[in-house]
């Protein structure tokens, strides 16, 4: 069970994860040593699963975002399908959905015809019948955080 004092620590963790931890101490009133202690439980239960370093993607030339719906024939190559998510860098993120699809994978490319192998590569995927793309023109809001 998180208290008030966890909620502040993860609060100001998503604000900024680069914060010094004598600083965020300091910030919600704990010596170094019991936010430390706090942060490693909180680690070990899982509430925080890691730290990260958020990219500019056109900086490394990554200039296509595309979400790609993929339609698979029964889920019986479900395991499949996500051994190869896994194994792919150009999808960054695989959900299973209810609708039309089974699976929706945001995907981050250089180009066209980078999108084009992707696509074809997951088209040969056992079980996949189809893909629908959709392109990324802007993004208006993209965040890690969350509302607690």
């Not at 100001?12 to 010596?31: D, H, I």
């Not at 699809?101 to 015809?113: P, Q, R």
């Not at 392109?135 to 993209?142: A, G, M, N, R």
Request: aromatic content about 6%.
């Amino acid at each position: 069970m998180l208290d008030n004092l966890d909620i502040n620590v993860l609060k100001k963790l998503q604000e900024n994860g680069r914060t010094k931890r004598s600083e965020l101490a300091e910030k919600v009133g704990l010596s170094l040593p019991s936010l430390s202690e706090r942060l490693k439980k909180l680690e070990e239960a899982g509430v925080i699963e890691g730290y990260y370093t958020k990219l500019n993607r056109h900086s490394f030339s990554y200039d296509l975002m595309a979400f790609i719906v993929v339609i698979m024939d029964s889920s019986k190559n479900y395991e499949k399908l996500t051994e190869h998510v896994k194994k792919t860098p150009e999808i960054l993120e695989c959900h299973a959905i209810l609708g039309e699809g089974s699976h929706i994978m945001k995907a981050l490319v250089k180009d066209t015809k980078s999108l084009e192998q992707l696509l074809s590569k997951i088209q040969s995927w056992q079980g996949v019948t189809r893909t629908v793309t959709n392109f990324v023109l802007s993004t208006i809001k993209e965040t890690t955080s969350i509302n607690i």
